[in-house]
């Protein structure tokens, strides 16, 4: 029986919909865990490169100029199998899992991924710190604030206020890298069900047409979210 080709799309065994739904979900979970990880390895990264101390600004110089040079994919590979294998065996090693035990292939890419991102992120943060006033942190520290009070109630505010543009772009470049996991064979994220899709049924131009329309649905989200979060951080600030 002649099907029309949206048919493909249908939920069940008669089309693909289902696998679509799965691979978009596991796409956006992917881009989360992978950017608040980016974060927090690029804050940490971008005081170390601020700091005094001259181990943590060359330790930080090199992080950022290793991910930086090497591509990501090929980086991404390196750190996905180093990760699960290393933490596995550092696991079995102290009694804390059985022989045989696995990283849970979601946590290495993740890890990998959000690692590659943190050298960017970093650079975004220093940037942003390096665009306060240093009379402001010295301004505090006259009104009796502690260097965490400082970070927490001066610095960081402004901090975020001027990292939002590279901090969205950063996560809109999260979101396509994610289909780099496809390669890893383990996730079928929207790029691998777009593929298989395409692979089985020979509608190439169809299911690679609809996986680029899903990722631009996802761009399209982010950018009204970011736009609504930068307008709630301009708010009080002069233009």
């Known amino acids: 029986m002649d099907h029309s080709i949206w048919t493909l799309l249908s939920f069940g065994d008669a089309g693909w919909g289902d696998e679509f739904a799965s691979g978009f979900w596991l796409t956006i979970k992917v881009s989360i865990a992978s950017y608040c990880v980016s974060v927090a390895i690029g804050l940490v990264a971008a005081v170390a490169k601020l700091s005094k101390s001259k181990t943590a600004r060359a330790v930080a110089e090199v992080y950022t100029t290793v991910v930086r040079a090497i591509p990501e994919l090929l980086l991404i590979l390196l750190l996905y199998y180093a990760v699960a294998t290393s933490a596995s065996n ?71 206020k001027r990292a939002i543009p590279g901090m969205a772009n950063l996560w809109l470049s999260i979101t396509k890298e994610t289909a780099l996991i496809s390669v890893l064979g383990s996730f079928h994220e929207l790029l691998y069900v777009g593929y298989r899709a395409a692979a089985n049924t020979k509608h190439y131009s169809f299911f690679y047409g609809f ?8 761009t399209l989200i982010s950018v009204l979210i970011i736009r609504k979060v930068e307008g709630n951080l301009s708010k009080g600030y002069s233009k």
């Open 211 to 218: 996986t680029a329309a899903l990722f631009l649905l996802i």
């Open 90 to 160: 550092l696991l079995i090693s102290i009694g804390l899992a059985s022989k045989g035990f696995q990283i849970s292939p979601f946590i290495a890419a993740v890890s990998a991924l959000g690692f590659v991102s943190g050298a960017f992120m970093t650079e975004v943060f220093r940037a942003a710190f390096n665009a306060i006033s240093k009379g402001q942190a010295e301004a505090a520290n006259a009104l009796g604030l502690s260097p965490l009070q400082t970070l927490r109630l001066v610095t960081l505010p402004q901090m975020v």
